[in-house]
């Protein structure tokens, strides 16, 4: 069964700044699309961001300016580059292809913002 595995949550001060990587346990995705995702207590999950594999990119508009997201260049990992972190970011992130349904879900990395 191939796994997403999520890493680069923690507890950061409104303003700071965390970078989530998601890597798959095979060599590279199975999907053209990948994305972040989170989901708060008490709310449903959502789509934060997404890149091709051509690079394009799509954004919530409540991340706009502040996450970005990138594949590296052997395509093992999408990475989320969060700055300016919010309380309302605080989440359990997720990646998985968009539509998600390809994998399965993994364990998510917890991003808290408090100070």
């Known amino acids: 069964q191939v796994q997403l595995v999520e890493s680069g949550g923690g507890l950061v001060q409104p303003g700071g700044s965390l970078r989530l990587s998601c890597t798959a346990s095979e060599n590279g995705f199975r999907s053209n699309i990948m994305g972040w995702y989170r989901q708060a207590p008490g709310k449903q999950r959502e789509l934060v961001a997404r890149?091709?594999?051509?690079?394009?990119?799509f954004y919530t508009n409540s991340v706009k300016g502040r996450f970005t997201i990138s594949r590296d260049n052997a395509k093992k990992s999408i990475i989320l580059q969060m700055n300016s972190l919010k309380p309302e970011d605080t989440a359990v992130y997720y990646c998985?292809?968009?539509?998600?349904?390809?994998?399965?879900w993994g364990q998510g990395t917890q991003v808290t913002v408090s100070s």
């Open positions: 998985n292809a968009d539509p998600p349904g390809v994998y399965l």
């Open positions: 890149i091709t594999d051509g690079g394009s990119t």
